[in-house]
């Protein structure tokens, strides 16, 4: 208890604290840097705005992640199971993750226009190789002697797969999910960076263009608390699933 | 009763010469063979080379029969094993489990592997209900039995438990359980007591021996300890070093219940020694 939430909590307070006396003392300028009561004050009067634009974000990050984890262990699935299909397939992934997804992100934009489309395709784009690589490999640790047995009790095919090899690789795949759903939100706000009217990245660069601090650092903790609340569900329903496993065992 | 059968009981002793063989086969007593393997071999391809992993296995294994395959660490015991259970394939010769060819993997079978293999995202009570269930079998009457056998060895109050949360000899246990739930006809174990302690493994011998004594059945029993495979079996096969081959084929004498204590009667030791001497001999264990 004291470990898990006091300690970190008095650690927060405390930074919080010395950051409003460093700026109350006059040492940083309010406009470069406001401090948390100046902030939190902008939180609560442009709430509306905020949700509005939070709305948006969220939206992106959560299409580009879940299509992501859906194309990303389907496509693992595939890959593992038709070999043919890796030689093939394998290399056009390995490429299009070399690309900058950032730099792509103008091309995009012209291709599918402006609206939440382009923004979830970039999410989706950053987000699904990490689901993708360690879903192939949860799939592929699978020992002989558990699909042997299989083959003794007749269960082969789907019964194979659903009751011993994705039970394996959904430790991996979820370790994939984390990543993604933190890539997935970098995606969306960058996105919005490149050509957006909406969203809590446009918003960003609005109170950027502006030089309204205040709502730059808004628009900054309602991003950081919303990545973290994802973060948090996924890692949420990673211990539902993953109650069983090495990684979760009550100590 | 066939007409033949019928014959061969009662009328017509000039029928009986000339078809006996078919007669034999028919007649309830009579030894039948659960598996025949003639001119088995197996060859792994690797990068550079092929060895061979089994050179020539003929041997024939009958129903009912508790049969031990003793012989060093890869010789290829676990490969006949798993050659017999249909995982994989000869390269050569006939093998055939319960008078059909195997092409395939064997379900009429319960196996028990080297590491339990039991799921860790499943109890212990689902990891041997698993058999029922991929057999699509009656639930509740696999719910009981599997209850029964679960009591049986000892884990009781350990139905609802995660294997993690069991020793090696429990897990050991509950894998047997599993490979018992369907009552197959033929049982298979590849080393299943290798990774437990000497003390644990003593119990498990004995609890198998019961088991198997309750509800008697075709056994293959892979070890390479010597006197586990003479205090369980009916007949040990002594195999070689690779390439693998079966140069002894020994019958144990020794009544059954056997307690632990068998292992110091002279009967016990003269086996032990005789398959020692087969060890040194191939040698397996040098002075």
């Known amino acids: 208890m004291i470990m898990r939430w006091i300690l970190p909590a008095l650690s927060f307070a405390l930074a919080v604290a010395i950051w409003e006396m460093t700026s109350r003392a006059g040492l940083v300028a309010q406009y470069i840097l406001p401090s948390p009561s100046v902030i939190a004050k902008e939180l609560y009067v442009q709430r509306d705005l905020l949700l509005a634009h939070t709305y948006v974000t969220a939206l992106e990050i959560l299409l580009g992640f879940a299509l992501a984890v859906f194309l990303g262990v389907g496509l693992a699935v595939l890959l593992?199971?038709?070999?043919?299909?890796?030689?093939?397939?394998?290399?056009?992934?390995?490429?299009?993750?070399?690309?900058?997804?950032?730099?792509?992100?103008?091309?995009?934009?012209?291709?599918?226009?402006?609206?939440?489309?382009?923004?979830?395709?970039?999410?989706?784009?950053?987000?699904?190789?990490?689901?993708?690589i360690d879903t192939m490999i949860g799939l592929r640790s699978v020992e002989r002697e558990p699909i042997y047995l299989m083959q003794s009790m007749g269960a082969k095919g789907f019964r194979s797969f659903w009751h011993v090899r994705l039970p394996t690789a959904l430790p991996h795949i979820f370790g994939g999910m984390k990543v993604a759903i933190t890539l997935a939100a970098v995606g969306a706000i960058v996105a919005e960076f490149v050509g957006s009217n909406t969203g809590l990245g446009y918003l960003l660069l609005f109170a950027n263009g502006s030089v309204n601090a205040p709502l730059l650092f808004a628009a900054l903790v309602v991003i950081s608390v919303l990545a973290l609340l994802l973060y948090w569900a996924v890692s949420a329903s990673e211990r539902v699933f993953l109650g069983w496993h090495i990684s979760h065992r009550s100590r | 009763m066939s007409n033949v059968a019928r014959a061969f009981e009662g009328e017509g002793p000039d029928v009986v010469p000339s078809r006996r063989t078919d007669t034999m086969e028919r007649k309830p007593n009579a030894v039948q063979p659960a598996i025949e393997i003639h001119g088995l071999k197996k060859r792994f391809d690797l990068k550079n080379e092929t060895v061979t992993a089994l050179n020539d296995i003929n041997v024939t294994i009958n129903k009912g029969e508790f049969v031990s395959i003793v012989g060093p660490s890869g010789c290829g015991k676990s490969t006949l094993l798993f050659l017999m259970a249909g995982f994989t394939q000869p390269s050569e010769g006939i093998l055939k489990v319960n008078g059909k060819p195997v092409t395939g993997p064997v379900t009429d079978l319960g196996i028990v592997f080297q590491r339990d293999v039991l799921f860790d995202w499943k109890t212990v009570l689902s990891n041997v209900m698993i058999q029922a269930e991929m057999r699509k079998l009656p639930r509740e009457a696999a719910l009981e039995k599997a209850r029964y056998l679960i009591a049986r060895v000892g884990l009781k109050n350990f139905e609802n438990a995660y294997p993690w949360q069991l020793s090696g000899g429990m897990r050991q246990r509950v894998s047997i359980c599993r490979a018992l739930l369907h009552d197959a006809p033929l049982l298979m174990m590849d080393e299943p007591f290798g990774a437990l302690d000497a003390l644990t493994r003593d119990q498990m011998i004995i609890d198998l021996q019961r088991m198997w004594m309750e509800n008697p059945r075709t056994a293959i029993f892979i070890t390479h300890d010597i006197a586990e495979a003479i205090f369980l079996s009916d007949r040990v096969l002594v195999m070689s070093p690779r390439p693998g081959a079966i140069v002894e084929d020994i019958r144990v004498d020794l009544p059954r219940p056997r307690e632990i204590e068998i292992r110091d009667e002279p009967a016990f030791i003269d086996y032990q020694r005789r398959i020692r001497k087969i060890f040194k001999s191939l040698e397996v264990i040098h002075s």
């Open chain 1, 80 to 132: 593992v199971y038709v070999p043919v299909f890796e030689p093939i397939i394998y290399p056009w992934l390995v490429v299009s993750q070399v690309i900058p997804k950032v730099a792509i992100a103008p091309l995009l934009l012209m291709w599918l226009g402006f609206g939440l489309l382009p923004k979830v395709m970039i999410a989706f784009l950053v987000a699904f190789f990490p689901v993708l």
